[in-house]
Nanobody, 123 residues
Framework: QVQLVESGGGLVQAGGSLRLSCAASGSIVSINAMEWYRQAPGKQRELVAAIIISGSTNYADSVKGRFTISRDNAKNMVYLQMNSLKPEDTAVYYC?????????????????WGQGTQVTVSS
């Protein structure tokens, strides 16, 4: 079974930095995309950053220039380096991945979510 395990969340003062990590495990054929989402109380979950199999990245306008998504293909891990954090960055951050696994009938691309990790930025 594919599983995503996150780490790195916590409490930090405005202007500080955090690095989130997400490790994928299981019978993985390929990881087509790894992403970070966040959701604040009462707000819709939003895509923060994404990296696809080609290495191309995409960021929400609100985090461009401050956040960097990267991956380690050999370890099936994705990272989110968050610098110059602001109170409005406070949210639960979720790792999400599109992962291809091998099944009896062939290959299958599934959508997988991590458990979420709380990031709180104080002023």
């Amino acid at each position: 079974q594919v599983q995503l395990v996150e780490s790195g969340g916590g409490l930090v003062q405005a202007g500080g930095s955090l690095r989130l990590s997400c490790a994928a495990s299981g019978s993985i054929v390929s990881i087509n995309a790894m992403e970070w989402y966040r959701q604040a109380p009462g707000k819709q979950r939003e895509l923060v950053a994404a990296i696809i199999i080609s290495g191309s990245t995409n960021y929400a306008d609100s985090v461009k220039g401050r956040f960097t998504i990267s991956r380690d293909n050999a370890k099936n891990m994705v990272y989110l380096q968050m610098n110059s954090l602001k109170p409005e960055d406070t949210a639960v951050y979720y790792c999400h991945a599109l992962i291809v696994t091998e099944t009896i009938g062939g290959t299958y691309q599934g959508s997988y979510w991590g458990q979420g990790t709380q990031v709180t930025v104080s002023s």
